[in-house]
C-alpha cells in the first residue's frame, strides 16, 4: 500500500497548488491513501468548511490538524460531521471531533491518528499516554499512521522510536520546514520529523517576509497576512506491506 503524507497545507494559495499537483501525482504513482495536515488552509489562520472540503475534493482522503484545529468556531460541528476530518487526540476529549479515524481499504484498515507535542506548545494531555490507549482501540488495523503536529525535534525524534515497530508511519508536522531524515527505523516503521509545507514558496512558513522581520525587529504584535506567488507542496510517500504493517521505502517529495 502506497501512503502519501502532505505537510501543512497554507492559505488558498497553498489549497489551489494542492488542487492543481495532487490528484495527478496520486493517479501517476498509485497513492491508495493521501493524509493532508490542513489546520493552515484557509487565509487568517485556522480551517474552515470550506477550506476542508476543498482539500477532500482534491485529493486529500484523511485531513490532520493541529494548534489551530478550533481557531474557527464553525469547525466545530464539522468536526463531528465529518469523519475523515480529524483533531489532535489529546486535546479534551468532549471537545469537538476525534483524534483518530478508520480508513476501511476491504482487505485492510487503516487507523489515522492526529497527536500534538506538548514541548513548547499547549500543556494538552500527554501524547505518549494517549497514543498507547488509541493503539489499544485501532487493535484492527493491520495498518497504523500518526501525524505528530509537534514543536520540538527531541519530542517528535522520541515519538518515532516509541511508536517503532508499533505502528507503520510517524510523520511530523507543524514547523512548515521539510526535514531530510526520511527513513525507516529499526524496528520497521516509517518516519520523518517533519513533512514541510504546501504553499508559497518565497515566504516565512506561508507569510510575507516583510511582515515577520517588521514584527522580529520591533517585537510589537502583527497580522501575519499569507502570500501568493510559486508555491510548492512538501510531502512524503510511504510504501507499506498489507500482510504485516511494516514499512518498506520512504520517498522525501517536494513539487514545484
Do not use: W
Amino acid at each position: 500500500m502506497r501512503i502519501l503524507v502532505v505537510g501543512d497545507v497554507v492559505g488558498k494559495n497553498g489549497v489551489s497548488f494542492l488542487s492543481k499537483v495532487l490528484p495527478a501525482y496520486k493517479r501517476t504513482y498509485g497513492v491508495d491513501i493521501c493524509i493532508v495536515n490542513g489546520e493552515n488552509s484557509t487565509d487568517g489562520n485556522g480551517i474552515t468548511p470550506v477550506s476542508c472540503d476543498d482539500l477532500l475534493n482534491n485529493g486529500a482522503d484523511v485531513v490532520t490538524t493541529g494548534n489551530h484545529a478550533y481557531r474557527r468556531k464553525e469547525m466545530y460541528d464539522y468536526y463531528d460531521e465529518k469523519p475523515y476530518i480529524i483533531r489532535p487526540a489529546n486535546y479534551p476529549k468532549n471537545d469537538p471531533g476525534k483524534g483518530y479515524c478508520v480508513v476501511d481499504k476491504g482487505s485492510v484498515r487503516v487507523g489515522v491518528i492526529n497527536l500534538m507535542g506538548t514541548t513548547y506548545m499547549e500543556p494538552l494531555a500527554n501524547p505518549f499516554l494517549v497514543v498507547d490507549e488509541l493503539l489499544e482501540e485501532l487493535s484492527d488495523c493491520r495498518i497504523k499512521i500518526v501525524d505528530f503536529h509537534a514543536e520540538a525535534t527531541a519530542e517528535k525524534r522520541a515519538m518515532g522510536f516509541y511508536l517503532d515497530g508499533r505502528v507503520s508511519v510517524v510523520f511530523g508536522t507543524h514547523t512548515h520546514v521539510q526535514t531530510a531524515d526520511e527513513q525507516i527505523l529499526p524496528k520497521g516503521t516509517g518516519y520523518i520529523t517533519d513533512v514541510g509545507m504546501t504553499g508559497t514558496i518565497q515566504s516565512v512558513l506561508g507569510v510575507d517576509p516583510a511582515i515577520i522581520i517588521r514584527k522580529l525587529r520591533s517585537n510589537m504584535p502583527a497580522r501575519f497576512d499569507f502570500v501568493d506567488g510559486d508555491a510548492m507542496l512538501n510531502a512524503c510517500l510511504f510504501e507499506i506491506d498489507n500482510k504485516t504493517g511494516v514499512c518498506q521505502k520512504v520517498e522525501r517529495i517536494s513539487l514545484q
